[in-house]
């Protein structure tokens, strides 16, 4: 099993980006998938989970409104939308596997100006 974080970074508040997940080593389709992220300092917390058709989504409180969660089951790739970004998105933010409690190694995302 393996998921590969990308597409974290710099960015400025009310700034935006998107992070993938790619996955491999399991019948993707099949598993669902979701971000964590984990703040300087502070308890990992989840961000958003996304079913395995992709249909059913949740999200933290926090970001509700401004992150989304997709999948393309054909990349075997998850993705992270993240919009109108504060100062307090500023963590490490992490790919997870629920059904396997494995993780991804993390993609930093700093918000700043």
């Known amino acids: 099993v393996q998921l590969v974080e990308s597409g974290g970074g710099l960015v400025q508040p009310g700034g935006s980006l998107r992070l993938s997940c790619a996955a491999s080593?399991?019948?993707?389709?099949?598993?669902?998938i979701s971000w964590h992220r984990q703040p300087p300092g502070k308890e990992r917390e989840l961000v958003a989970s996304?079913?395995?058709?992709?249909?059913?989504?949740n999200y933290a409180d926090s970001v509700k409104g401004r992150f989304t969660i997709s999948r393309d089951n054909a990349k075997n790739t998850v993705y992270l939308q993240m919009n109108s970004l504060k100062f307090e998105d500023t963590a490490v933010y992490y790919c997870?596997?629920?059904?396997?409690?494995?993780w991804g190694q993390g993609t930093q995302v700093t918000v700043s100006s």
């Open positions: 996304i079913s395995r058709s992709g249909i059913n989504k």
């Open positions: 080593g399991f019948t993707f389709s099949t598993y669902a």
């Open positions: 997870y596997l629920p059904s396997r409690s494995y």
